[in-house]
């Protein structure tokens, strides 16, 4: 059977932080990396609200939430995939600023999340973000230099149109940015629906924070973000790792 790091193809994320890259990886399925506190000291079980979820990539760069009220929630389906249901109201998990150095100019992000095409015009429902995600409060206003929307599009600091793509309930995507070229593909094709690039100023890594007030109503399966650009196979294998956390056909 496949370790909690693996998918069914052997292919382990920590391969690609072989070479000391800086970034995250975040793996739901790994119940060893979730914590009910933040100082990593009582494993979270299923049904519990997660405060803490450790970095599997060897960069130290845990993801948390102090306040009790805005923790996501641990799941399993019947097929055996596990994830963080986050509620849409005021929850979301967030790094400190550093996740790439302090840079985040050349970076590649990859998640495996459910999405919403019915999501409001406002535009800020976000599953993952990169970029200044730093709050004063849960509801003061993120600004989410980089995310990816919950209709499917790819976010920056621009505006796009909610529902614009059909896209299945539970998606695997893939972006990546090298200074001005971008790429985008969703379930292992090329997407299209993306609005001009701008390079993020902090390098914090949030999932589900808000963008003004509105918060994404998401299930995370997994997340890597890493500060260079995959090679064709790597992209390849991370697609179907994710896919198959996420219980994705590809």
């Known amino acids: 059977m496949p370790q909690p790091n ?15 890259e ?3 990886w975040y793996d739901p399925a790994d119940l060893s ?17 997660v405060a803490r979820m450790d970095d599997k990539s060897g ?3 845990h993801i948390i939430q102090v306040t009790a009220a805005s923790r996501p ?17 005021d929850d979301y998990l967030l790094t400190a600023p550093g996740a790439l150095g302090g840079s985040a100019t050349i970076f590649t992000m990859a998640a495996g999340v459910s999405t919403d ?10 599953p993952l973000s990169l970029g200044n995600v730093t709050h004063g409060t849960a509801t003061s206003g993120a600004k989410e230099a980089f995310g990816q929307a919950q209709d499917g599009t790819l976010r920056y600091d621009g505006a796009f149109t909610a529902g614009a793509i059909s896209v299945p309930s539970e998606i695997v995507r893939l ?15 090329a997407s299209i629906n993306m609005v001009a690039p701008l390079a993020p100023t902090v ?39 994710l896919a198959e956390n996420s219980g994705v056909a590809l």
Do not use: K, M
Not at 35 to 45: I, K
Not at 117 to 126: I, L, Q, W
Not at 181 to 187: G, W
């Open 6 to 20: 693996e998918g069914g193809s052997g292919f382990n994320p920590a391969s690609l932080f072989a070479g000391g």
């Open 22 to 24: 800086l970034g995250v």
């Open 33 to 49: 990396t979730l914590w009910a506190d933040t100082s990593g000291t009582t494993q979270a079980g299923l049904g519990d609200a």
């Open 59 to 61: 960069n130290g760069n």
């Open 73 to 89: 929630i641990l799941r399993q389906s019947g097929g055996g995939e596990y994830w963080l249901e986050f509620d849409g109201v």
């Open 117 to 126: 095409v019915g999501a409001g015009a406002s535009g800020n429902h976000r």
């Open 175 to 189: 972006s990546s940015r090298d200074g001005g070229s971008v790429v985008d593909r969703v379930n292992a094709a």
């Open 203 to 241: 390098d914090e890594v949030a999932i589900c924070a808000p963008g003004g007030s509105v918060y994404a109503q998401a299930n995370v399966h997994g997340v890597i973000v890493i500060g260079r650009i995959l090679t064709a196979q790597e992209i390849a294998d991370t697609e179907v790792y």
